[in-house]
Structure formats: C-alpha cells, structure tokens
C-alpha cells in the first residue's frame, strides 16, 4: 500500500503527520526569518564594495547562511544543541530561559512553530490527502515567512517570491487552484494594480506609498489562485491594513508618518483567500444580489 494510499484511508494519520512536520518546519522558519535579511545585507555590501573596489573584509568572514553556524544566544554566545531545539518542548521545558545565561527567549519563536504548525493543519483538513493539500501547506510556510520578514525590515525577498510566482504557474499547468490562464492573467494583474496605484501615489503626492515586493507578491497571489480572487485579496488587505494601522496609531503611539508594511496583510488576505475565497466571493455576490 502506497503512502498516499495509507493517508486517504487515515485522514488522521495524515494530519497527525502534517502537524509534526510542521512543528519542525516552524522551527527552520525561525532560521530563515532571522538570517535571510542578513545574507542578503551581506551580499549587498559585498556587491558595493566589488562595484567601489573597496576591499571587503567580510570575504574571509565566517561563513553564514541557513545552516550554518550553529544557532546562539545573542546574549551569551550559547551554542543552541539539538536537545534546546525541539520546537515548543524546548522553550517550556527550559521555561523560556537560555540554558546559559538564563536571559529570555524571545515568545516569538515558540508562537511560529504553533502558528506554522496550526494553519498547515487547517490548509490539509481543507484541501485533504493529496498534491492541493501538500502545495497548500508549502505555501503557508512561505506566506509566514514573508509576513515576518516584511513586518521586521519591510522587506519582501525576490529570492522567495519570485520562484513562488512561477511555482504557481505550475501548479496551475495542472489546474491545481485554477486554470492556467486565470494564473497568467492573475500574475500580470496582481503586478500592474499595485503599480499603478503606487505610480498615481507618487505621482499625486511625490512620496512611495509601498515597496516593489508588495507587486511581487500580489502577482505571486494571482499565479497561485487566479485573477478572480485579486479584489478578494485587495479589499481584505486594505481592511485588515486600516484597522491594523489605526489600532497602532491609537494604542501604541504609532507614529503618523511612520511607514506600515503591507506584506503581511498581503500575506494574510492570500491565505485566507486560498482557503476560503469560493465561498467568500459567493457571500459578497448574495449580499450585492438581495
């Protein structure tokens, strides 16, 4: 009995397993969150200096990147061993403290691996056994991970969203989520709105409005789940974006003028549309019908 075979017969099972795979995946998402801005500050200063023909001292630097080195402290140099890695175990068993200096952890990571670990539940219960159901958890990962770096250095890595956009493509040759030329068109449309309202922004008032990576992931969006969900995605950006943003300003002094990233609405609109948009798209059209 094939794998796929004993997870169609155990729906359970499956969960279970997606779950457990999840819980560690949250942990690498940590990784990834953390170190990519990193490396890729690292490659831009390095790319400057080659540019400047100013020696870079980094070259001979230790080398840093997804696996390498070994996680630490930041406080105490504390190298993390396997036994201090085990996602959520670790954090209650060493009551949110480093082993060695006993400086806390940040809850952050331990909130992650839940996270990671509950909507790729949910997106497997939704789409169950089966290749949907796979490329729906891959996509939540990938959506987390946006969200939080975005939300850190308001920053959307084109080393993330552009394999994602072609990936959806893909899926889509297969009608995974849509036809393949509501993916096309929701690639190209999911770019060019948000460019032109970021273009009529600047335009009106001589300021950006928002980032070039948040085109990227509208257009990411599109490929994945077709143009027909794009105003789904914008409108329930924008509404969790205001309330968001005015919750800021009113409860913790955030500043007027201060930018807000829009990744993670983004973000958290497209997965939302990924598992509930047929039927919220068909709750919109009942109320404008009666």
Not at 32 to 50: Q, S, T
């Amino acid at each position: 009995m094939s794998l796929y075979a004993i997870f169609l017969a155990n729906p359970g099972f499956y969960y279970i397993v997606v779950a457990m795979t999840s819980l560690l995946i949250g942990s690498f998402l940590n990784v990834v969150i953390y170190r990519l801005p990193i490396m890729m500050e690292r490659e831009w200063r390095a790319e400057c200096n080659r540019f400047l023909n100013i020696e870079n001292e980094s070259m001979n630097a230790e080398a840093f990147n997804l696996m390498v080195p070994r996680s630490k402290c930041p406080k105490c140099d504390h190298k993390i061993s396997a036994f201090e890695n085990i996602p959520l175990l670790s954090f209650l068993i060493l009551g949110g403290k480093c082993r060695g200096c006993k400086s806390a952890i940040s809850i952050r990571y331990p909130i992650i691996e839940l996270t990671t670990c509950i909507l790729s539940v949910i997106a497997a219960m939704h789409f169950g056994p089966g290749v949907q159901s796979l490329f729906a958890v891959v996509m939540t990962w990938t959506l987390i991970v946006l969200t939080m770096i975005d939300f850190d250095h308001q920053l959307l890595p084109d080393s993330i969203t552009l394999p994602f956009l072609w990936l959806g493509i893909i899926c889509n040759m297969f009608g995974l989520y849509t036809d393949i030329h509501s993916s096309l068109i929701g690639a190209i449309a999911g770019y060019m709105i948000l460019w032109s309202v970021y273009m009529a922004f600047k335009l009106a008032t001589g300021k950006q409005g928002m980032g070039f990576g948040d085109f990227k992931l509208l257009a990411m969006l599109g490929a994945w789940l077709g143009w027909q969900v794009l105003p789904l995605i914008i409108i329930l950006s924008s509404v969790l974006g205001s309330l968001v943003g005015i919750g800021l300003i009113i409860f913790s002094g955030h500043q007027k003028n201060k930018p807000i990233p829009f990744g993670p609405y983004l973000a958290t609109a497209g997965w939302i549309a990924l598992m509930f948009g047929d039927q919220l798209t068909q709750m919109y059209l009942n109320l404008m019908i009666s």
